[in-house]
């Protein structure tokens, strides 16, 4: 691909709700748009099912992101399954580079980029990942019909997953290092109360995997029914996910405390032209969903359109850094 001929009006980095939302919205305005993200759906296709997005009573999250999706191939977005590696100021325009090689053109981006899952940390976790370590009670939980499983997690993810998990397994430990759950939802929080079969241990960690070619057992810090170690058939990681900044770095886009990218308002960043949206963005506070990522991406995309508007020719967009009011 040559970056000389492959120039685009909005560059939407990832595929998640925010980025189809961005995607939807940009083409609506006649923005030549192109959408570059490595993983399918976000948090959103492996959440399990929805029953809080306007519209479906209920719905599967990755069946959601198919919606999504299509409806951005509606308006011919091209979607390029690919990670952006590096994306850089060329004159007055941004030039991203992927993995695979190619080089594009934008005279805005849009970072709808989300999280990436955090770990524990210890020995095989990712040697074993796909072979007992899970890190997507949707995807992984049909696997698991009669055996021991492990969530560890004390959030509302970690308790929607147990109960997903505890229609198919015989046994399911809930190892949280906390001394009671944080903040589940109300209704997920009953559901979990009507399991017989969950167990749930609290000021616990998993500090060892144990197995030869994948996962068999995990080792506790602390003994349960006189064993630190469980055997176990499957291990899922529900404990969080940190945004993912690699590029907001490069472009010296500002973050907060927590990693979050600062926007404003209109989903701008400190830097023009840059735009982010979803749960990489401190926007919304703690309440992180599809729903408020969709606005997100609808919000960035119509900035950024008012930014192209300014500077009609592709890749003309003045580099230079303002201050958020």
């Given at each position: 691909m040559s970056s000389s001929t492959q120039e685009y009006d909005a560059l939407i980095v990832g595929q998640g709700a925010a980025a189809f939302a961005a995607a939807l919205y940009a083409?609506?305005?006649?923005?030549?748009?192109?959408?570059?993200?490595?993983?399918?759906?976000?948090?959103?296709?492996?959440?399990?099912?929805?029953?809080n997005y306007p519209g479906y009573p209920e719905i599967d999250g990755y069946d959601l992101m198919v919606k999504f999706r299509e409806q951005a191939e509606k308006?011919?977005?091209p979607i390029v399954d690919d990670k952006v590696g590096s994306i850089d100021r060329t004159g007055h325009c941004f030039e991203a580079k992927t993995g695979l090689?190619?080089?594009?053109?934008?005279?805005?981006?849009?970072?709808?980029?989300?999280?990436?899952?955090?770990?524990?940390?210890?020995?095989?976790?990712?040697e074993w990942t796909g072979r007992g370590v899970s890190f997507c009670s949707?995807?992984?939980?049909?696997?698991?019909?009669?055996?021991?499983?492990?969530?560890?997690?004390?959030?509302?993810?970690?308790?929607?997953?147990?109960?997903?998990?505890?229609?198919?397994?015989?046994?399911?430990?809930?190892?949280?290092?906390?001394?009671?759950?944080?903040r589940p939802e109300?209704?997920?929080?009953?559901?979990?109360?009507?399991?017989?079969?969950?167990?749930?241990?609290?000021?616990?960690?998993?500090?060892?995997?144990?197995?030869?070619e994948g996962l068999s057992g995990i080792v506790l810090d602390q003994e349960v029914k006189g064993s630190a170690e469980l055997a176990v058939h499957g291990l899922f990681l529900e404990i969080g996910?940190?945004?993912?900044?690699?590029?907001?770095?490069?472009?010296?886009?500002?973050?907060?405390?927590?990693?979050?990218?600062?926007?404003?308002?209109?989903?701008?960043?400190?830097?023009?032209?840059?735009?982010?949206?979803?749960?990489?963005?401190?926007?919304?506070?703690?309440?992180?969903?599809?729903?408020?990522?969709?606005?997100?991406?609808?919000?960035?995309?119509?900035?950024?359109?008012a930014d192209v508007s300014e500077h009609p020719n592709a890749c003309e967009v003045h580099a230079v850094g303002f201050s958020l009011v």
């Open positions: 083409a609506r305005y006649q923005m030549r748009t192109i959408i570059i993200g490595e993983t399918f759906g976000g948090e959103t296709a492996t959440g399990g099912l929805i029953e308006y011919e977005v090689g190619d080089t594009y053109q934008a005279t805005t981006v849009i970072l709808a980029v989300g999280r990436e899952r955090r770990k524990l940390g210890l020995e095989h976790e990712d949707t995807c992984d939980a049909p696997l698991h019909r009669g055996n021991v499983v492990v969530v560890v997690g004390g959030g509302d993810a970690a308790v929607k997953g147990a109960v997903l998990l505890s229609k198919y397994a015989e046994r399911v430990y809930i190892v949280y290092r906390g001394a009671a759950f944080t109300a209704a997920n929080l009953r559901l979990l109360d009507a399991r017989p079969n969950v167990e749930r241990l609290f000021n616990t960690r998993v500090i060892e995997l144990k197995g030869n996910a940190d945004p993912r900044t690699e590029l907001a770095h490069q472009l010296g886009v500002q973050l907060n405390d927590g990693d979050e990218i600062i926007v404003d308002k209109q989903m701008r960043t400190n830097v023009h032209g840059v735009f982010a949206a979803g749960d990489v963005t401190d926007a919304g506070g703690e309440l992180k969903q599809t729903l408020t990522a969709a606005a997100q991406g609808a919000l960035a995309a119509t900035a950024a359109y």
